[in-house]
């Protein structure tokens, strides 16, 4: 017999597992399956975050460099769907609602069945007219989805009712009615611990038990907000600690799969990947969460564990490089499938046996953000040329975002342009495009991860900068990315990388300011409450200054300061990386001098 089992979760940070030297987390099944399996120490994710990564599983190739958040394109593989027209059963179970919004609608019917469970993270579920009643927090998040998520937490005050207990229930259901069937590949998606940390007593009971140690016993801190750190230090570990309470459940989600493996046989004649999308920061380098920075290695190096009945390898670790976009071409190869040719990753089980590295190097990135690379040892971060972060265009034909469609006015300006070599003869519609987040706040970055594992030097190094963005010329000329991204990160699109491409010593003073974690806030109210103050409330003359105008060029502009009248300068550089710990405190001077004139 031939099946396969994916059990997947999201946002599981490698640093908080165990079998990756991880200490004080309770997760005795991950260690158990180190045990059964083979973890790989140079995994890296690719597109992020959500839904670009499945894109990855599904098409076997990098997508970030051409559009956004989005769903499966017309001339889109998908591996499940290759699977179920090669005769091998696909069936999803998951609980991530971005499956049904719309930037995610084209994914879960490419299997032949699917089941999907409803509640996590603010998913428009349940329906109530009146307000909750909202509990203290620490976390500034607010507005509709905040709304939802307390509803929804109502209709599930115990564990088996919660969404990913009902997801792995109904997994386990299908590998027990197909026990005896061949030629099947189930998908178990769980979208915690995914932010926000909802787990229940009994995970909370090994890091808080009864509370104790609480920085404020009344104030909720399950969901960060994706921001700079403005708490101290025992509201930072709370948080940390409703995430490993969260990662305790998952533990146990993945001893039921275990168990039912160990009861039924499976290992015998069935693959099992676990697997995650990517990580998080939880107040590491002074940031909450992912998105507005690089992609650091909290972030983008991820766990796997890898059962492949063939070779019977466990309880080993692996040097190898591989990525996101090799777990497709794992399955098809598995099953015995032929891969499409516009897939660029490669199956993994051969891997395992040959001496040599199935790739170089890795690339990933998110769309409009830094374009990264790794060889295994170094990663190079490449930032935009310029500061405008331009040109930028989405390319695709299927135009909606996360959870809304594309506006008339983005596709004012929107025309067709000839296919990629991947798009299948089909054009694609180009239309102009922002980023959520301008790489220039953080420069470019080159770290070596056998030195600097926590990657807090970065490295100018001319040689090894050319080597590496040599490297990443390669990888962005094999994805046919487009003319618009070499202009961008200042690369040549044809020829050879020379001195006048790099970038890392001319911006590494920015670099260098840029990874200064801010103050925290109970720090500026004592020694400089005037950053605490409303914008509206402070002197306008204090924003002439040049000094502002240099190192928060934002608050220089009336426009700007009238929109965010009623936010702090604090508030906004939490929010803006623009406003780094340096230039919070050259506006402090200049408007507590501004203040002493009046």
Same mark, same amino acid.
């Given at each position: 017999?031939?099946?396969a ?20 987390? +309770? ?22 975050p $959500? ?16 559009r ?33 919004e ?16 409803? #509640? ?35 209709y ?5 009712l ?14 027990? !009615?197909n ?16 932010e ?6 009994? +995970? ?19 969901w ?27 533990? !146990? ?96 089980g ?12 890795g690339?990933?990135g ?13 990663v190079y971060?490449?930032? $935009? ?37 991947f798009t ?5 519609l ?13 420069? !470019? ?11 807090? !030097?970065?490295l ?34 044809? #020829?050879?990388?020379?001195?006048? +491409? ?8 920015r670099?260098?300011?840029?990874a ?13 409450s ?7 409330d ?15 060029p934002m ?36 408007v ?7």
């Amino acid at each position: 017999m031939t099946r396969a089992v994916m059990l997947m979760f999201d946002t599981l940070n490698r640093r908080f597992l165990p079998p990756y030297g991880a200490e004080g987390i +309770h997760a005795p099944n991950f260690t158990r399956l180190a045990e059964r399996t083979v973890r790989f120490e140079n995994c890296y994710a690719g597109s992020m975050p $959500c839904m670009p990564a499945r894109r990855e599983i599904h098409t076997g190739r990098y997508n970030f460099l051409h559009r956004s958040w989005g769903p499966l394109e017309p001339f889109d593989d998908s591996t499940p769907q290759l699977l179920s027209e090669s005769g091998v059963y696909a069936h999803l179970v998951t609980d991530h609602q971005h499956y049904w919004e719309d930037g995610g609608a084209t994914y879960h019917n490419r299997y032949d069945t699917y089941e999907l469970f409803r #509640g996590q993270e603010g998913d428009p579920w349940k329906g109530h007219v009146r307000d909750p009643e909202m509990p203290q927090k620490v976390s500034r998040r607010a507005g509709k989805t905040v709304r939802q998520d307390r509803i929804n937490r109502t209709y599930y005050p115990t564990e088996d009712l919660h969404p990913q207990t009902q997801t792995v229930s109904a997994g386990l259901e299908f590998i027990h !009615t197909n026990a005896a069937e061949d030629s099947w590949f189930l998908q178990i998606e769980c979208f915690d611990p995914h932010e926000p940390f909802v787990s229940y007593p009994r +995970h909370r009971q090994w890091y808080r038990p009864d509370g104790d140690g609480d920085a404020d016993a009344d104030a909720e801190f399950d969901w960060p907000d994706y921001a700079r750190v403005a708490e101290e230090p025992a509201v930072v570990e709370q948080a940390r600690d409703e995430y490993r309470a969260l990662l305790t459940m998952c533990d !146990t989600s993945l001893g039921r799969v275990l168990d039912t493996f160990d009861e039924l046989g499976l290992w015998e004649d069935t693959l099992l990947i676990v697997c995650t999308d990517h990580g998080l920061l939880l107040g590491e380098r002074g940031w909450w969460g992912k998105n507005v920075q690089p992609w650091y290695d909290e972030n983008i190096h991820t766990p796997l564990f890898l059962w492949d009945p063939r070779t019977g390898r466990s309880g080993e670790s692996v040097e190898h490089l591989v990525q996101t976009v090799d777990f497709g071409p794992t399955l098809l190869e598995y099953f015995g499938i032929e891969r499409p040719v516009d897939m660029q990753g490669v199956p993994i089980g051969p891997t395992l046996a040959a001496t040599a590295p199935a790739r170089e190097a890795g690339l990933f990135g998110s769309f409009g953000g830094h374009v990264s690379i790794t060889d295994g040892r170094y990663v190079y971060m490449r930032a $935009c040329a310029t500061e405008e972060n331009e040109p930028l265009f989405e390319h695709t034909l299927m135009p909606t975002h996360m959870a809304s469609r594309f506006t008339p006015d983005e596709l004012r300006d929107a025309e067709l342009v000839s296919p990629f070599t991947f798009t299948k003869g089909v054009p694609v519609l180009r239309t102009p495009a922002r980023a959520g987040a301008n790489p220039a706040d953080f420069g !470019t970055l080159l770290f070596d991860l056998h030195t600097d594992p926590d990657q807090r !030097t970065p490295l100018v190094d001319a040689e090894l900068e050319r080597r590496m963005a040599t490297l990443l010329v390669e990888q962005l000329r094999v994805a046919d990315a487009p003319s618009s991204q070499y202009e961008r990160l200042g690369l040549p699109e044809t #020829g050879e990388v020379g001195d006048e +491409h790099l970038l890392a010593a001319r911006q590494a003073p920015r670099a260098r300011e840029a990874a200064a974690a801010l103050p925290t806030r109970a720090h500026v109210a004592r020694n400089a409450s005037e950053l605490l103050a409303p914008l509206g409330d402070l002197p306008a003359e204090a924003f002439a200054d040049p000094v502002v105008a240099r190192r928060a060029p934002m608050l220089a502009d009336p426009a700007f300061r009238r929109d965010h009248a009623a936010t702090s300068v604090y508030d906004l550089a939490l929010t803006h990386p623009m406003i780094t710990a340096e230039a919070l405190e050259a506006v402090g001077d200049v408007v507590r001098g501004s203040r002493a004139m009046a």
